[in-house]
């Protein structure tokens, strides 16, 4: 034998029959718009309760020409880094506050694929879906291009993004990754050092707006840049590791080593303990980026701080405002970064060469 149960659905019709009102009078009070009088409302908040309703959110998204999600696109990556991920939850708090909810979805297109021509994500095809969309990880000109022609608000990270750097003048969060390699060049001077090497593929913009950063602190000390710059197809770890190879063969080393980013200098960090070279009274240590997974290393990483919470929510924020007033175009953002003085930078105490020999 079998049972059925029918569960009865509570409607609008019968929360406006049991306060002796009418549907638009309910949908007043329960979306906050127009004028209802404090009894009346009273009474469909007490037929609310009484009947355990509950409004229909999709219903409420037609109604209001809006889905209320934003997308989280990380563009062109195999796999996320806790840089991103911080920066997705930043967002995700961020646009809670405000009553929308965050989807994530990875990405990987063609720089050189026509904007009409992308095969988009079927979240942003289907119109209605997402209201606007962030933009992190690496990002082209015809993507922006293909979300403007679908009429899809977004802002993006400007740091990874791969372009002409007008296409960043509107629309775009950015950190000041010049200077801040710049001050990390200015604190291993004030410790002393003459010979800092910078270990980066200068080729990927990013880290060439770094060594520009480097080069300045260095010319206005007199001194000449060198480190290791190719453009080697590896991992960031690898090319931290074959760089440091590269420098432990010079005939004087370097007393500090500056990693364009936190994975190349953990390279640098893995190569330097295999040959015992001691971090940092042989040869300090510099990243970039204030990576949580390399916080393991002790001593630990001096590095240079983006913020990535704030990134996030001044994305976020930067998105709510385009949706508040569609077609809006806001003036990019530049923010400050700061040096974190760590364990693994030490002032300079005697010949690294001799030392390590």
């Known amino acids: 034998m079998c049972n059925h149960f029918h569960i009865a659905v509570v409607t609008i019709r019968d929360v406006a029959r049991e306060a002796g009102v009418s549907t638009a009078t309910v949908s007043r009070v329960l979306n906050g718009s127009g004028y209802v009088d404090r ?53 995700e708090r961020a646009l809670a506050e405000a009553g929308y909810d965050l989807a994530f979805l990875c990405f990987r297109y063609s720089p050189d694929t026509p904007p009409g021509l992308l095969e988009l994500p079927r979240l942003l095809r289907h119109q209605g879906a997402v209201d606007g969309v962030i933009l992190a990880g690496v990002h082209h000109r015809n993507l922006r291009e293909a979300l403007k022609s679908l009429n899809l608000p977004h802002v993006v990270l400007g740091n990874t993004f791969l372009g002409d750097e007008r296409d960043l003048e509107t629309d775009a969060v950015i950190y000041d990754d010049v200077a801040g390699a710049y001050e990390a060049t200015q604190y291993l001077l004030r410790l002393g050092h003459r010979r800092i090497a910078f270990v980066g593929n200068t080729a990927l913009p990013w880290l060439n707006r770094r060594y520009r950063g480097y080069c300045e602190a260095l010319g206005r000390a007199g001194l000449q840049p060198w480190g290791v710059t190719a453009a080697w197809d590896v991992s ?86 385009k949706l508040r007033k569609p077609g809006l175009q806001l003036p990019s953002l530049k923010l400050p970064c700061k040096v974190l003085e760590r364990g693994s930078c030490g002032p300079v105490s005697f010949d690294a060469k001799e030392e390590g020999s």
């Not at 990693?259 to 390279?267: L, Q, R, T, V």
């Not at 997974?293 to 994305?315: H, K, M, N, Y």
Request: with cysteine.
């Open 39 to 91: 009894a009346t409302a009273e009474r469909v908040r007490s037929a609310v309760a009484r009947l355990g309703y509950r409004p229909n959110v999709h219903w409420k998204r037609l109604a209001s020409n809006s889905s209320e999600t934003v997308c989280f696109l990380l563009g062109n990556r195999t796999v996320m880094n806790s840089m991103q991920m911080r920066m997705l939850m930043a967002c």
């Open 236 to 321: 960031n770890i690898e090319f931290g590791q074959l760089a440091a190879c590269e420098l432990l063969r010079e005939a004087e080393w370097p007393t500090a080593i500056f990693g364009g980013n936190d994975e190349i200098a953990a390279g640098v960090w893995k190569e330097l303990v295999k040959r015992r070279v001691r971090i940092p009274e042989q040869i300090s240590l510099m990243g970039f980026g204030d990576r949580e997974e390399f916080s393991i290393l002790e001593p630990p990483l001096a590095s240079v701080s983006v913020f990535q919470d704030r990134l996030g929510a001044e994305l976020a924020r930067m998105l709510l405002e």
